[in-house]
């Protein structure tokens, strides 16, 4: 796989902290954008404009497209005409578009033509732009509106941790790896996990994989849901064999309002991180486990969080919650490339 | 498909299997636990057997298929059997569509045929929201094939009797609330 190579430091001498964390955003706001074709023309009369984009606009609302705008300027010196319209839809029900003229777009005579030039076929975006990279790309190809998620923008930006927050991520995933590499030691594929309740910055569960042993579904991430599910009184697993997977008793006299007794969903409010992007069991089992945020290291070829799936952002589930990936990307990736060998060796 | 031949069982067969996966999920809406029921079946043999457990676990990823699946690996140890040759000639009959997380479990498995009741709209993972069940997902297990149909009015209605009950375990976040009102 292609490392993502936009915005890449060059690695300090060190090689400690030279990782940036990135969104990983929905499919939909992942994405380029998408194109359809529409007949515009240009408008020969600026004076006409207003009447023209009513008169259009009446017969032809485009309301399944609210993104787009009617009229582009166009920007080159020596263009005859100063504005463009367009007009409707070039292909209904996924026919081949040929050129129009004003009359057969415009059969019934509801629409003066005066001041409308030739009508030519164009590429307009065909969704609203989510992300500021989709708008720079949408707007190259005709004027769309834009309603900016600031936060998003920030997030792409990398200026959405503060310098102090990036300090713990660090902490947190130094935590993964250094479980990872015990696992490792005992034969386990080197992934290591740790569940953190981002209101108090404890470290609620540290696990790694333990698939090596007598389960094979006992991915890191599972293992932190169970030793989370431990640390509140249940759990399905022992770990005794596994002293590298451990979690925190929760005392009563905690400053936590007690934990009402049986409550499931408990990773709700709390974040994971995970050496590696998690596979689609495990993803999903965040999803039902009520996780808010996930951090991973780096990716997986047929990872569930971003990179195959996006199970974290369906609008179809029941719950969605937040992933970042590239915290100690370098050094999360050497712990993966050590499986890889050991899978082919 | 050579997996599909062999793995035909008969329509009998299925629905002896199944009415035993349907008590089970009645046993689990008695507990307060959400109604699925399932078994896992080599050489006409009960091998696991499963039913929701999170509640009472508190950990929200043991779902019944998950319970059945430790149970034949336990049994392998007992019986000293390879996982993988028993797992590869096993049928699961589960009384509600695996979701996501269970039918990738499945996959890693290399269970060959899940008989199923009615499917689960909500999370379904052999074609309700994703077909896990018969996706090229190189790096997870092997497909698998489903029949789904078997009971499915009963399994539904336990579902909507579980659900119309307010779950008193369930968490009171915003987005529980936001599913409520769909």
Known sequence: MEPNSKRRKTAEPDGASSWEVQPVLSEQESQGIRLMPVYAAPVLDKKETCRLVKEVSAVYPLSDYPHLKRIRACLSVGSPHPLEIILCLASLNGEQAGLRSLTELFPSGQVDLCGLGKPFLAQVPACAPLTRPQYEEAVLHWPVSFHENKRITQALKGCLFSPLEKAAMQNHMELAIHTAQQGARQ?????????????TGRVLAVGHDCRGGSNPLLHAAMVCIDLVAHSHGGGAYSYKDHPACTFLHVDNNAQHPPLGDGLPYICTGYDMYLTREPCMMCAMALVHSRIQRVFY???????????????????DLNHRYEVFRGILEDQCKRLARLSDHKESG | MEAAKRWRVSAGESEAWMDRAVHMAKDALENGEVPVGCLMVYNNEIVGKGRNEVNETKNATRHAE???IDQVLDWCQQHKKKPEEVFTHTVLYVTVEPCIMCAAALRMMKIPLVVYGCQNERFGGCGSVLNISSATLTDTGEPFQCIAGYRSEEAVEMLKTFYRQENPNAPKSKVRKKEFSK
């Open chain 1, 187 to 199: 034969g386990m594929e080197p992934v290591g996990a740790a569940v953190v309740d981002p209101a």
């Open chain 1, 297 to 315: 290291g780096t990716p997986s070829p047929h990872g569930a969080l971003g990179t195959a799936h996006h199970i974290h952002s369906r609008r």
């Open chain 2, 66 to 68: 998950m319970v059945a």
